[in-house]
């Protein structure tokens, strides 16, 4: 049987997989001249993508999972509680992480080339950890939590995550709020996550 708790978590998961796979190809093409946006729209779009990150699965999915999951996780499969604790230290310095990211972009983009380097760096390190850290949640804390919940603990999972409305998640009603963000976001990125 799954869970729409389950399902709504990988399908975050796949979401931000395609926004941070995005946000790299967009970095390793530049801004040049013959590059596929103009400096100003090229900055505009990744501050965007940023923002998103910053604004949904930090402030949106990873607390439900630190809050809600990984705690019954913990109490039901002890033997993965190591494995919590360091996804919930990763969730802790997840949005220091991307105000970072913000500020080295500001930096490139106001002070020009001589500080890409430091944003790319970062930036592709950010995506490595990101996608490692995905990956250990599906691979470790996803199936104990299949193994050992109960019924009434996915009941509270399913409610609290059920609420979850993925912005750019094209196959879920979208929260008006974010309508700005998903069109900037759609028209101007590149592939797996726009249209750009």
């Given at each position: ?45 990744l ?32 033997e993965?509680?190591?494995?919590i604790?360091q ?38 390190q ?7 850290h ?33 912005p ?29």
């Open positions: 049987m799954t869970h729409d708790a389950l399902r709504v978590i990988r399908d975050e998961h796949a979401s931000l997989a395609a926004m941070l796979q995005s946000l790299l190809l967009m970095v390793r093409q530049g801004d040049t001249p013959d590059g596929p946006e103009k400096p100003e729209l090229f900055f505009d779009v501050r965007a993508m940023l923002f998103y990150i910053d604004e949904f699965p930090e402030k949106r999915h990873h607390p439900k999972e630190t809050e809600l999951l990984f705690p019954r996780v913990a109490q039901a499969a002890p993965v509680r190591e494995v604790a996804l919930d230290r990763d969730h802790a310095h997840g949005e220091a992480r991307v105000r970072q990211l913000m500020h080295l972009l500001m930096a490139w983009e106001l002070l020009g080339d001589s500080r890409r380097q430091a944003f790319v760096s970062e930036v592709t950010y995506v490595d950890f990101y996608l490692e995905m990956a250990l949640e599906e691979s470790q804390i996803l199936p104990a939590a299949e193994r050992a919940l109960s019924e009434e603990d996915w009941h509270v999972l399913n409610l609290a995550f059920d609420t979850n409305r993925d750019i998640n094209r196959s879920l009603p979208r929260d008006p709020q974010f309508d700005r963000l998903f069109t900037r976001i759609v028209m101007r990125a590149p592939s797996p996550v726009g249209l750009g």
